[in-house]
């Protein structure tokens, strides 16, 4: 089992800055994948950004390009998402995911809003 638990949502200003956290427990060890989601009030969850273990590969939604960064820490169990120029269009719940041997865990989420 893998529990993830999310940080660092909030109210921002259009313009702003938030960085999200995901604490990762559990069997996490060996290879995986963590990301990002989010899903906004009445659309469906899509996927944000993700990172391999070692943190060769990131892979972003074409509508967080050049604004997001994410990142992971060196014990590997933290993945951080910097958030930044941030627009009113980002509101929505985000989500942590880690895929381990084939098994998808996600958390609760944490409520981002941006402010026009």
């Known amino acids: 089992q893998v529990q993830l638990v999310e940080s660092g949502g909030g109210l921002v200003q259009a313009g702003g800055s938030l960085r999200l956290s995901c604490a990762a427990s559990g069997s996490i060890f060996g290879p995986n994948l963590m990301g990002w989601y989010r899903q906004a009030p009445a659309k469906e969850r899509e996927l944000v950004a993700t990172i391999t273990r070692g943190g060769g590969t990131t892979n972003y939604a074409d509508s967080v390009k050049g604004r997001f960064t994410i990142s992971r820490d060196n014990a590997k169990t933290t993945v951080y998402l910097q958030m930044n120029s941030l627009k009113p269009e980002d509101t929505a719940v985000y989500y942590c995911?880690?895929?381990?041997?084939?098994?998808?865990?996600w958390g609760k989420g944490t409520l981002v809003t941006v402010s026009s």
């Open positions: 995911n880690a895929i381990v041997y084939g098994m998808n865990y």
